[in-house]
């Protein structure tokens, strides 16, 4: 069920893996990012759109992960936008996400996985300011609503997964550091931070989720493991290597 968490932003969670879609008001109607997950779940969340009255003009993606590349025909044939980087990276990864999507939940329309079009510079029907950024994927981008006061966080700042370095670019760990900074600017304007997956940060949990990201991080840098609770995401494409691996390898 699609719940608004500030003046025209609306989320809904799936079932797999806490996954937030998220619906925003813009001038000339509505923006859907990273929509997700099954198909019967993508058939509600267009349903729900529908009873919001206003038209669906764009989409958004924040990442290149496949379960931020969906969409459904009932959303309309509308762009579906990202970051240049995004864009072009998702067309190449296009297949691998189709198959992983197909292996993950069931129902998602696969042909229409990961058509992205570069966000224009003004941004488009597409509201507030785009933050792109070098952790966890290449062009990965959260979205400042700041006359909503939300931050949209994409695969960053969750309550349920632990900060995941991207295994095949170098300097994770410093790409990373980099990023919580620009969202902890970023989160001074704001109350609520909508992450890709877990629940809707409020008030000083926002603080808070940055503390937590920070402070994994941090661990990475002394070359110590983390001590953290969150899980760990290991559906994302490509070999598996643990954040220490992937830390030790590249700093050295
Ligand atoms: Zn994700």
Redesign the pocket.
């Known amino acids: 069920m699609l719940s608004e968490v500030a003046d025209g932003v609306w989320v809904r969670q799936s079932q797999w893996?806490w996954?937030n879609s998220i619906v925003v008001r813009g001038r000339g109607g509505l923006t859907l990012v990273d929509p997700g997950i099954a198909g019967a779940e993508l058939e509600e969340l267009a349903e729900e759109v529908d009873r919001l009255g206003l038209p669906a003009v764009a989409g958004f993606s924040t990442h290149c992960?496949w379960?931020?590349l969906l969409w459904h025909s009932r959303f309309g044939d509308v762009p579906r936008y990202a970051t240049a980087a995004n864009a072009q990276t998702a067309a190449g990864v296009r297949e691998r996400a189709q198959a992983m999507a197909a292996e993950s939940a069931s129902g998602v329309p696969l042909e229409l996985i990961g058509l992205l079009t570069p966000l224009p510079r003004d941004g488009g029907p597409v509201p507030g300011t785009i933050i792109e950024h070098e952790a966890h994927a290449i062009g990965h981008a959260a979205v400042l609503l700041a006359d909503r006061g939300v931050l949209l966080a994409g695969?960053m700042l969750s309550d349920v997964l632990i900060p995941m370095l991207d295994p095949r670019r170098p300097d994770q760990v410093a790409a990373y550091a980099t990023a919580l900074d620009r969202l902890g600017e970023a989160a001074e304007h704001v109350d609520v931070v909508v992450p890709?997956?877990g629940a809707v940060a409020e008030g000083p949990e926002v603080a808070a989720r940055l503390a937590a990201d920070r402070a994994y991080i941090d661990a990475l840098r002394r070359g110590a493991d983390p001590v953290d609770t969150r899980l760990e995401?290991d559906w994302l494409a490509g070999p598996h290597q643990s954040n220490l691996e992937q830390a030790r390898t590249t700093s050295s």
């Open positions: 893996v996954s992960h379960d931020h695969d890709g997956h995401q």
